[in-house]
């Protein structure tokens, strides 16, 4: 199977870094004109250029803003007023006992996680259908169906990402333009490396410490080690493809059988 994507434009939401950066790199390898956003104009404009270094024909740039906040958003808005492909992949996550996170924090999560997504899915959503084209792929977790009793606040946003994309695929009904949402399972990031060096040997080398790490901690995992950035963006660059056309209103898995269920 070929992906082409030449001719198409696409903004990937927090991709200066981690699972982001692997889907403009593969969106971008794939022949798409890819828009790099991040909140500082400084790191999206480096994260460019570390673009430019892994696939050196890529048409890229720079669309940096706080898409948490209406001056960022203008901002990304005003640099690309459409776009054919839209991956609402930026996310916060942390823990926190239930019973202490407050309502500012549940907010907070809401507002980053959900709120950023169907902010920019109501601006380009249209434009999409107008063409007849278009593709909007959402970034949840597992931890939208397996919800984590030490972050809840950060599942509840993921669920409530897989109602969003249900409920604009409805939307886009019969117009050519899919709307899904990718199930990530626990990926090695840098954030994650740290993360498993803080509970296992430092003195491991990575291969070993994050088989122990998955082992002890993520022992429902049937990949039994951490799922690769590329791993994540190679969905999402076929859903973003003509090749996925019959694919829209779904939830699909790239957990490593993270999600003990056979649906969906
Ligand atoms: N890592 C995992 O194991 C895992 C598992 C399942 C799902 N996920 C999901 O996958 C997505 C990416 O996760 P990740 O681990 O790759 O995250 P990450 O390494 O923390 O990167 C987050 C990205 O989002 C950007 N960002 C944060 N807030 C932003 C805002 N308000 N406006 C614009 N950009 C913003 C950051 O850019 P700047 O700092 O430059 O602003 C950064 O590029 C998230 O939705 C996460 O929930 C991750």
């Given at each position: 199977m070929q992906v082409a994507l030449e001719g198409r434009t696409a903004l990937v939401t927090g991709s200066t870094q981690g699972i982001g950066a692997a889907i403009a790199e593969g969106l971008a390898a794939a022949g798409a004109r890819v828009a790099v956003n991040g909140r500082d104009a400084r790191r999206t404009e480096e994260a460019v250029e570390r673009l430019r270094g892994q696939v050196p024909d890529a048409q890229l740039l720079a669309a940096p803003g706080d898409l948490a906040t209406d001056e960022g958003s203008a901002q990304v808005l005003d640099r690309l007023p459409?776009?054919?492909?839209?991956?609402?992949?930026?996310g916060i996550f942390g823990s926190?006992?239930?019973?202490?996170?407050e309502d500012e924090e549940w907010r907070r999560y809401f507002e980053v996680n959900v709120l950023t997504a169907v902010r920019l899915i109501r601006a380009y959503l249209p434009g999409m259908i107008g063409r007849g084209w278009g593709r909007v792929v959402n970034i949840a977790s597992d931890s939208a169906v397996v919800i984590p009793a030490e972050m809840i606040h950060y599942g509840m946003t993921k669920t409530a990402l897989l109602a969003v994309t249900r409920g604009f695929a409805k939307e886009a009904a019969g117009s050519?333009?899919?709307?899904?949402?990718?199930?990530?399972g626990p990926t090695h990031t840098a954030g994650v490396e740290e993360f498993v060096y803080?509970?296992?040997?430092?003195?491991?080398?990575?291969?070993?410490?994050?088989?122990?790490?998955?082992?002890?901690?993520?022992?429902?995992?049937?990949?039994?080690?951490?799922?690769?950035?590329?791993?994540?963006?190679n969905m999402v660059v076929y859903l973003s493809s003509p090749l996925a056309s019959a694919t829209t209103g779904g939830a699909l898995r790239v957990d490593g059988g993270y999600v003990d269920s056979i649906l969906p």
């Open positions: 459409d776009v054919d492909i839209l991956v609402n992949n930026l926190r006992p239930a019973l202490e996170i050519g333009v899919t709307v899904n949402s990718v199930i990530a803080e509970l296992v040997d430092k003195d491991l080398p990575w291969e070993e410490a994050q088989r122990v790490f998955m082992r002890q901690y993520r022992p429902q995992s049937l990949l039994q080690r951490l799922i690769e950035p590329e791993e994540i963006a």
